[in-house]
């Protein structure tokens, strides 16, 4: 058995029925290169011998009264791939907004925690029958950003007819005594933890009074972000947009204006959401405030299957001028990251190690009661995870497009996630029809934002800074 980390258990405490914690991808796919022709029964043999070789696909959680630590993850010895494939038809004539639509159904359901905690969605009938889509959907207790990423690379090939991996070795069953006696130690060892974390909190905070005394920039702070229509209370409903963009387009601002392409990113979400508010005549006049997960796998040496760490970057949407907009983020970008790496990499994760299960459920119970400013946190949760660059074949379909789903959480009821994939970046948007009924509108602001930054980048014209 394996036992969750405080992070890895932290999305599990957070997730309520109308804030289910999953990631997702939608692959638009061409089912003509696949081997032998496609039929949804040969989808399902290879995708069998593929699952086999990816043990995450194997592991359900496992737990006990008697367990006074984080649940544990073992192998399902009665595991169905039937119970994790779907297969779904879309009228036509069906485009990405039909399949959009359908993506945020999937995207408001839960997973079944009596099962390993994922699903995959075929959805045939796409672009007048000649494409499918796939959705894969896992729980953010199996997988942070970049290790969903992995599990996705995990059964893709650049091959179409690439063989099966090896079948990966079971980690098997737990016993109820063996999960209760490691908790019990696991609890034990929090007051020792305790005393580890808190110097390291001591010393962020320090250094963090110690930077704005210096007129050093630190990262945007939390409750500091304007009112926007995402920040009102949703329910257990999600809308979904989805747009792509040129990466050689995005790397030719970056390159010109001399940032990074994570800069130019954050940038096209401010433009775009600008745009998007300014429409509807409810652009706020001061920076909007994105929390951006910082991956720091293989930096923490801690146990788990999320190595993330947070930072507040603002989206400085009040600036009217394309090019002051993406400096005045790319110096605030830099600001947050010399932030965060104060704090170190590490913090979040130890002081989650350091709440149990009986702390964690009443903090849950605790934190609707207590009174808060009336700004939120933030706005809106912005992720970049960096994909592959070749040609993929998923089940031996080729992969025409790649658009991330992440989750959106209370008080930022708006998800934009953005993924590199063959020279295209996909740019896939969640939230709320009750807080917003139409995402369209900021998805189609995506390549206008490009557009005028690459407009404002050939006038700058200045060679690029290595950053």
């Known amino acids: 058995m394996q036992r969750l980390s405080g992070l890895d258990a932290f999305f599990l405490y957070l997730e309520r029925p109308t804030q289910p914690l999953n990631v997702c991808c939608v692959m638009e796919i061409d089912p003509a290169t696949m081997p032998g ?7 399902c043999e290879v995708l069998a011998a593929r699952v086999d070789g990816v043990p995450e696909f194997r592991l359900k959680l496992a ?30 004539p069906a ?18 925690r009596d099962h390993p905690l994922w699903e995959m969605w075929v959805i045939e009938g796409l672009h007048g029958g000649d494409a499918i889509a796939v959705v894969l959907k896992a729980h953010h207790a199996l997988v942070d950003g970049v ?85 009102g209370s949703f329910s257990r409903r999600r809308n979904v947009a989805l747009a792509d963009l040129d990466l ?45 997960p910082v991956s720091v796998h293989g930096k923490s040496g801690r146990p788990g299957r999320n190595h993330t760490t947070w930072m507040l970057c ?27 790496a104060a704090m170190g990499p590490t913090l979040l994760q130890d002081w989650t190690q350091v709440a149990g299960q009986t702390m964690f459920g009443a903090a849950m119970k605790l934190l609707p009661r207590i009174p808060l400013p009336e700004s939120p946190p933030h706005n809106m949760v912005l992720s970049n995870v960096p994909g592959p660059q070749d040609q993929l074949y998923f089940m031996g379909c080729r992969v025409d497009g790649m658009y991330p789903l992440g989750p959106i959480i209370a008080g930022a009821g708006l998800n934009v996630t953005v993924m590199s994939l063959n ?45």
């Not at 603002?314 to 830099?334: F, K, M, Q, V, Y």
């Open 95 to 112: 485009g990405r907004r039909e399949l959009a639509e359908i993506c945020g159904h999937i995207a408001g359901l839960t997973l079944d």
């Open 147 to 231: 290790g969903g990423a992995n599990l996705l690379a995990q059964l893709c090939s650049t091959d179409s007819g690439a063989p099966a991996p090896a079948p990966a070795p079971r980690m098997g069953a737990a016993n109820p005594l063996k999960i209760a006696a490691y908790g019990m130690i696991g609890a034990a060892l929090r007051p020792w933890r305790v005393a580890k974390v808190l110097p390291a909190t001591v010393a962020t905070v320090a250094e963090t009074i110690l930077r704005a005394r210096g007129g050093r920039h630190t990262m945007a702070a939390p409750f500091a972000a304007p009112p926007t229509a995402f920040n």
């Open 248 to 292: 050689e387009e995005v790397k030719t601002v970056k390159n010109r204006l001399g940032v990074t392409v994570n800069d130019v990113v954050t940038a096209l979400c401010a433009g775009a959401l600008r745009q998007f508010l300014q429409n509807r005549g409810e652009l706020p006049d001061r920076p909007m405030v994105a929390s951006v």
């Open 37 to 43: 022709g496609y039929t949804f029964d040969r989808f």
């Open 63 to 92: 737990d006990n009264e008697l367990n006074f630590d984080h649940p544990v993850w073992v192998d399902d010895d009665q595991f169905d791939l039937a119970r994790h494939l779907h297969r779904v038809g879309l009228p036509p």
């Open 314 to 340: 603002r989206l400085d949407t009040h600036l009217g001028d394309p090019a002051e907009r993406l400096r005045s983020i790319a110096d605030g970008n830099t600001a947050a990251k010399e932030h965060a």
């Open 423 to 467: 020279g295209r970046l996909g740019i896939g948007i969640v939230s709320c029809p009750d807080l917003v009924a139409d995402l369209w509108d900021l998805a189609e602001a995506f390549p206008a934002a490009l557009k005028e930054l690459l407009n404002c980048s050939e006038s700058a014209g200045h060679p690029a800074r290595s950053r």
